[in-house]
């Protein structure tokens, strides 16, 4: 018998489905073993972009969708709020698909009373605003960087070694990659502050991160390509960032380790989706 973590909220965001880098398995995994009231969904979950380039859909990223509409039949709230990868999503804003709620932002208020923005966070990049062919660009060199990732890792996979990033390593040992990257938490952050909330949750730039700026709380969920993370609300209105770069059965201990036991229940039966 596994264990089932159960949370109050959970964001995700930037999974990609539709390109190879994706790593719908890992999601896919992850979303079978948690549990939540509130699940957001916060932009670039279905990479137009990609697909309109060169159509590729593996099962799994079918498995993906299937998943998380069964978890809104079932009751959880799912807020889809799409970003500049599924931007053709935003003309259904304020619409319901199939039990998810198609949002351009949301407030959120954690069980401790803090007012947390929930947005993509597009809006502050200039170049997507200002030179979208630049960022189409930009993606597609990004894209063959993920396409070398998928073999590298596929060989680490065959050496009995856990993933491992090569586009966010070479990201982070670039100058001006992290100099946006703080350029665009401290927008964020500052447009948090002007609303007169606590904090913010994003996505976009592929950077789990949790620290305060300027007296509000950034908080990144970072990836479902690179980094492997989720964004998660605790009962008692604490967020944590959880990486799930193993898979479950690879990792429990160590979860279980990490994690408080009031949302770590006996529940979970099995691989079923």
């Known amino acids: 018998m596994a264990n089932e973590l159960r949370f109050r909220s959970i964001w995700i965001s930037d ?15 992850f979303l079978k073993h948690t549990e939540c009231d509130h699940l957001y969904l916060v932009g670039d979950i279905i990479d137009g972009w990609a697909l309109k380039r060169n159509w590729y859909w593996e099962q799994s990223h079918n498995d993906v969708i299937q998943k998380v509409l069964r978890k809104a039949r079932k009751g959880t709230q799912v807020t889809f709020i799409p970003g500049n990868h599924d931007e053709a999503a935003r003309q259904f804003i304020g619409l319901m698909f199939g039990e998810i709620k198609i949002e351009d932002e949301v407030i959120h208020t ?5 007012r947390y923005l929930v947005l993509h966070g ?3 990049d200039a170049v997507v605003q200002c030179a979208k062919w630049l960022a189409i660009v930009g993606d597609r060199a990004y894209g063959l960087t993920l396409k070398l990732n998928h073999w590298f890792n596929r060989a680490r996979a065959r050496l009995g070694l856990g993933y491992w990033s090569l586009s966010q390593y070479l990201k982070h040992k670039v100058k001006k990659a992290v100099n946006f990257v703080t350029d665009f938490e401290e927008a964020v952050a500052a447009e948090a502050k002007n609303r007169g909330l606590d904090g913010v949750i994003c996505g976009h730039i592929h950077k789990a991160e949790m620290r305060e700026i300027n007296g509000v709380m950034y908080c990144n969920d970072g990836d479902w390509v690179e980094s492997l993370t989720a964004l998660v609300e ?7 960032i959880i990486t799930w770069q193993k898979l479950y059965g690879e990792q429990a201990e160590q979860l279980a380790a990490l994690l408080p036991s009031p949302i770590f229940s006996p529940i979970y039966q099995g691989n079923a989706a």
């Not at 605790?234 to 944590?240: H, M, V, Y």
């Open 15 to 29: 999974v990609h489905l539709g390109t190879s880098g994706c790593q719908a398995e890992y999601l896919l995994d």
């Open 234 to 240: 605790l009962a008692n209105g604490e967020l944590r």
């Open 110 to 114: 954690a069980a401790n009373g803090k």
């Open 122 to 124: 597009d809006q502050f």
